[in-house]
């Protein structure tokens, strides 16, 4: 019904930039929160950060002051920008998302399908 496809990882330098992006599609009557995950190698998927439909943000502390979290609503779509980038940021993004579908006007959560990122020199 719902569907998120990122884009936008892949590998790149340590103290570098990359942008991802996370498009929603499907049978969306309204969405409400938006965020970031990401799964390293052997440890547990954590938040990165969130946004809320009225543009609140927040932040895991490991990324505070690097990444920053944004949507727009007229796209469906989140955009999660890293600077700074570090070796230890190395893992699987996932896009979350609290979509309230045109059917049922209840609200699900969808994942997408992941999109890795490498930090490596």
């Known amino acids: 019904q719902v569907q998120l496809v990122e884009s936008g990882g892949g590998l790149v330098q340590p103290g570098g930039s990359l942008r991802l992006s996370c498009a929603a599609s499907g049978s969306i009557f309204r969405i409400n929160a938006m965020g970031w995950y990401r799964q390293a190698p052997g440890k547990e998927r954590e938040l990165v950060a969130t946004?809320?439909?009225?543009?609140?943000?927040g932040y895991a502390d490991s990324v505070k002051g690097r990444f920053t979290i944004s949507r727009d609503n007229a796209k469906n779509t989140v955009y999660l920008q890293m600077n700074s980038l570090k070796p230890e940021d190395t893992a699987v993004y996932y896009c979350n998302a609290r979509v309230v579908i045109t059917t049922t006007r209840l609200d699900y959560e969808y994942w997408g399908q992941g999109t890795p990122v490498t930090v490596s020199s």
């Open positions: 946004i809320t439909s009225s543009g609140t943000t």
